[in-house]
């Protein structure tokens, strides 16, 4: 991290996939529900939640 960036908030974003969510997609891929924690490093909790289809939407949009 740069220098003075400790001082900082910290929030990190992670996204699992479902398990047992996949299914082909139209035209070849796949389409999966996903979920994404955004986390608190100051409180040390998860401050939000979202679970999202990935052929209606992508983990940037719903973070």
């Not at 220098?3 to 929030?11: E, K, N």
């Not at 608190?40 to 979202?50: K, M, R």
């Amino acid at each position: 991290m740069p220098s003075g960036a400790a001082d900082l908030d910290q929030l990190v974003c992670d996204g699992k996939t479902l398990r047992g969510s996949i299914e082909p997609a139209p035209g070849g891929g796949s389409a999966f529900i996903a979920q994404v924690t955004l986390y608190s490093a100051a409180l040390g909790v998860a401050i939000s939640q979202a679970c999202y289809a990935t052929d209606e939407n992508h983990e940037r949009a719903v973070l």
